[in-house]
């Protein structure tokens, strides 16, 4: 069964420095999603991406994030200047189309310090 | 009343009985419903889905839709210990249905 990708499973980096998570959604796919899980809270949604443009952000996507579809297949994250509270798990989703169910990678564990 | 809402639980059955889980929502999403299983660690992982009022079953799993009440459950029969895991409710925002919201989830435990 095709599934979503992420790379890497788990990313540590010093405060201040500059992150790319990578993802490859599945291939038949048109959307595709972040969201972030900070540990013991709920899945928040941070952007959705259709035809090579953000279709939608969240307040918490704001400057310092950016998202990029840089080739036919990866799709990435990346975070600016990063902070302590950007500790968080970083998921990929796609769906084939908008409102459609949502398939989720295995996540990236951003840990910050 | 946010989104989507979840009873965070935990929620503890015995082996084989009937897990009820539930979850209601605003008039904020788009009446399209999804549950989600999360193992501690994991990714979420799509169960079930459902679009229209009354139940949808898939084997041990059936998801209900009551949109005069604006409450969408979820119920698992014969549940087993692998069960474990935290559910999550999702709707996608009214509109264009790209972003969607999730429920805080409702910790089931499946007790031998």
């Known amino acids: 069964e095709p599934e979503v990708t992420q790379t890497p499973s788990h990313q540590v980096t010093q405060m201040g420095q500059e992150v790319i998570l990578r993802c490859v959604p599945i291939?038949?796919?048109?959307?595709f999603y972040w969201y972030r899980q900070i540990l013991g809270q709920k899945v928040e949604f941070l952007v959705s991406f259709y035809n090579n443009e953000i279709s939608e952000k969240s307040e918490i996507f704001d400057d310092q994030f950016s998202v990029e579809r840089p080739d036919g297949s990866n799709f990435t994250l990346k975070i600016r200047s990063t902070k302590l509270e950007d500790s968080a798990m970083y998921f990929c989703?796609?769906?084939?189309?908008?409102?459609?169910?949502?398939?989720f990678g295995d996540g990236t564990r951003l840990s910050i310090l | 009343q946010k989104e989507v809402e979840q009873n965070s639980g935990p929620l503890s059955v015995p082996e084989g009985a009937i897990a009820s889980l539930n979850c209601t929502y605003s008039d904020r999403v788009s009446q399209s419903f999804f549950w989600y299983r999360q193992y501690s660690g994991k990714s979420p992982e799509l169960i079930m889905s459902?679009?229209?009022?009354g139940d949808k079953e898939d084997g041990r799993f059936t998801a209900q839709l009551n949109k005069a009440s604006q409450y969408v459950s979820l119920l698992i029969r014969d549940s087993q210990p692998s069960d474990s895991a935290t559910y999550l409710c999702?709707?996608?925002?009214?509109?264009?249905?790209?972003?969607?919201?999730f429920g805080t989830g409702t910790s089931l435990t499946v007790i031998p």
């Open positions: 459902i679009y229209s009022n």
């Open positions: 989703a796609s769906s084939e189309e908008g409102g459609e169910p949502q398939h």
């Open positions: 999702a709707a996608p925002r009214r509109g264009t249905g790209n972003q969607f919201y």
């Open positions: 291939s038949n796919h048109l959307y």
